[in-house]
């Protein structure tokens, strides 16, 4: 696992505090891997997910930090979201 992967996934624990995610989303950081989180909490996998977000390690350190909005991104095409959107919009409101 990538030293940028296992940063995003602490950071996504963090803002979940402790809690699980009513769904499955997956999080593809390009060229680094992927993780998913789902209503066991944070882990590392390829799985299939109700939604996939797809971004570079810049934009989800953005989005995690807090500098920069996830729906923002995805209306900017930084962020690309396949899958259930309403997923995605419960992630929004998890991340800020």
């Known amino acids: 696992m990538s030293v940028i992967v296992a940063e ?22 390009e060229g680094e891997g992927a993780f998913v989180v789902d209503a066991g909490g944070v882990r590392l996998g390829d799985d299939a997910a109700d939604v996939t977000l797809s971004a570079s390690p810049t934009v989800f350190k953005a989005i ?8 923002a991104a995805f209306m900017t095409g930084k962020l690309s979201v396949d899958g259930n959107m309403g997923m995605a919009m419960k992630l929004a409101s998890i991340l800020g």
Do not use: Y
């Open 64 to 71: 995690f930090d807090g500098d920069m909005n996830p729906t």
């Open 8 to 29: 995003a996934m602490a950071m996504l624990e963090q803002k979940l505090g402790g809690r699980g995610f009513d769904g499955s989303a997956k999080f593809v950081i």
